[in-house]
């Protein structure tokens, strides 16, 4: 487990993502609503950790950004990339705490789905290598399958990110056979060693059945908690979020009175 990201008191970690306060900054051009505010709000709010996406095409979240984050964030930052060059360039320049390896394709509206780590790994190698080598704790966003996992041991990685999506997008009986992928591949993360974190499309009515997967220790959440922002602020948004997390955790482990 990253020490950098543990808080004692929340065993399951959040990490805010804050890219769609760049979308919609960049809806208009100009400097508003500015994602390193978002992100300062969100640790006075209880995020334990900073997601942000440098996608090659800047759709959100830009290089500055990066460089303003890593000046102001107190909490640990998790820099999402692809495995190019230019990212591991940047990732190199700046040291956030955390890489998340995530596929990308211009085309796509969002990430999705998991990278390939079992044919993709004579490409990932030297990146999670360099990364590594740099001291920044490389995570590989997969989805919930086994035989990935099992690749990603092999690539060196020492954390995971189980995709979400299909869970969240699912409904009824095909929602909980995607739940039950999220679970046993949580399991066999444990089992082959890697740090289990999951994201994805979580919202309040979603996130309850994967915080109580006890092997999981972070979940990555953003879009749901943006647009959240606008009813009810950002504040009370992730607090809202941080609580179904506690109490989903609490219930699982016993430590709820009734
Ligand atoms: N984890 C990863 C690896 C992602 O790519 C994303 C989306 O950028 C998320 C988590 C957060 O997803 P969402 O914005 O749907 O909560």
């Known amino acids: 487990m990253s020490e950098l990201m543990t808080r004692k008191s929340n065993p399951l970690r959040l990490g805010v993502n804050i890219d769609h306060v760049a979308t919609i900054r960049n809806a208009r051009g100009g400097a508003f609503p500015d994602p390193v505010r978002a992100a300062k709000l969100a640790e006075d709010a209880g995020a334990d950790g900073i997601t942000a996406h ?72 030297p990146y999670i290598d360099e990364l590594t080598r740099a001291g920044i704790r490389v995570s590989l966003f997969l989805d919930p399958n086994p035989a990935q996992l099992d690749a990603a041991v092999s690539l060196g990685a020492p954390v995971v990110e189980l995709h979400t999506g ?22 066999h993360a444990d089992q082959v060693g890697l ?19 006890p092997n999981i220790v972070e979940l990555n959440i953003g879009h749901f908690l943006v647009g959240e922002a606008i ?4 504040d009370s948004a992730i607090k809202r979020m941080r609580a179904l997390m506690d109490q989903a955790r609490a219930e699982s482990s016993g430590t709820l009175s009734a």
């Open 54 to 125: 440098l996608r090659e095409d800047r759709r959100h979240i830009s290089d500055s950004d990066i460089e303003r984050l890593t000046d102001a964030l107190v909490v640990p930052l998790n820099f999402e990339m692809a495995a190019t060059d230019e990212m591991l360039e940047i990732a190199l320049k700046y040291k956030p705490h955390a890489a998340c390896i995530v596929p990308e394709k211009r085309e796509e509206l969002t990430t999705e789905g998991g990278l390939d780590a079992i044919g993709g790994h004579n490409h990932l190698k």
């Open 166 to 187: 299909a869970y969240c997008e699912a409904r009824q009986v095909a929602r909980e056979r995607e739940l039950e992928r999220i679970v046993a591949a949580a399991a």
């Open 195 to 213: 740090e289990c974190h999951a994201g994805h499309g979580l919202t309040f009515e979603t996130v309850t059945p994967v915080a109580v997967i």
């Open 231 to 234: 009813f009810g602020g950002l």
